[in-house]
């Protein structure tokens, strides 16, 4: 029979609690009571850092990850830990070195913000809290499920397990697609509403929000 972990009640020091002794994780804050808690990077994981409707496209895409966090606009994609410090080298072999992306890794040093345990996506349209898109597992280890760059696609180990998470090199390639073709769409977008502006001026009229 599966272990039943308690659901933590909403106080702060619970939540701290609940990652500390469910999940094993490195955390900080949560007390005083009242203060937020957050989870360490660089310890037991990393997190790729990515704007949030490029998450939402490579959530679609990659059907399997690590666990994946929301918190306002951003999506964080856990990583194995070691991942952030390979991701400069990773973009310039999948040949996005040099070019501006809005893609960031938090490792040694960082923190991410700790989502509820037990809220869901809904959560977040009706406040400013993080929640998890993809959650962790407990009574699982972490280790096994995060995205890690491996040799010959082969994950030592876990091959079989049916919990393997894609190859590092994969997710940061659809990330960093992801990101460059929202920006795209983003400055075409800004340039029809520009063009559209100033047809309208040369025409002689003007939008009604500068007629009023």
């Known amino acids: 029979m599966a272990t039943a972990f308690p659901r933590p009640r909403r106080a702060t020091c619970d ?8 999940l094993g994780w490195p955390v900080t804050g949560g007390q005083p009571a009242g203060r ?3 989870l360490l990077t660089g310890q037991r994981f990393d997190a790729l850092d990515v704007p949030a409707d490029a998450g939402a496209a490579v959530l679609r895409r990659l059907p399997r990850t690590g666990p994946v966090a929301l918190d306002g606009g951003r999506m964080r994609f856990l990583i194995a830990a070691g991942g952030a410090e390979q991701l400069p080298e990773l973009l310039d072999w999948l040949e996005w070195g040099g070019v501006a992306l809005d893609l960031i890794a938090l490792g040694p040093g960082d923190r991410m ?26 009574g699982c280890e972490i280790e096994p499920t995060l995205p890690v760059a491996t040799v010959g696609g082969a994950r030592r180990g876990h091959e079989d397990d049916g919990r393997r998470a ?20 983003n400055a075409s ?9 100033a ?14």
Do not use: K, N
Not at 166 to 185: C, M
Not at 199 to 212: K, M, Q
């Open 189 to 197: 977008h800004a340039q029809a509403l520009a063009f559209s502006y």
């Open 166 to 185: 894609p190859d590092l090199v994969r997710l940061v390639g659809a990330a960093a697609t992801q990101v460059h073709r929202a920006r795209l769409l």
């Open 199 to 212: 047809s309208r001026i040369s025409a002689g009229t003007r939008p009604r929000s500068l007629t009023l």
């Open 15 to 22: 939540v701290r609690l609940w990652y500390e002794r469910v």
């Open 36 to 38: 937020p808690v957050d």
């Open 113 to 138: 913000r700790a989502p509820r345990p037990g809220d869901s996506w809904e959560a977040a349209c009706t406040g400013p809290q993080p929640v998890w898109l993809r959650p962790p597992e407990p």
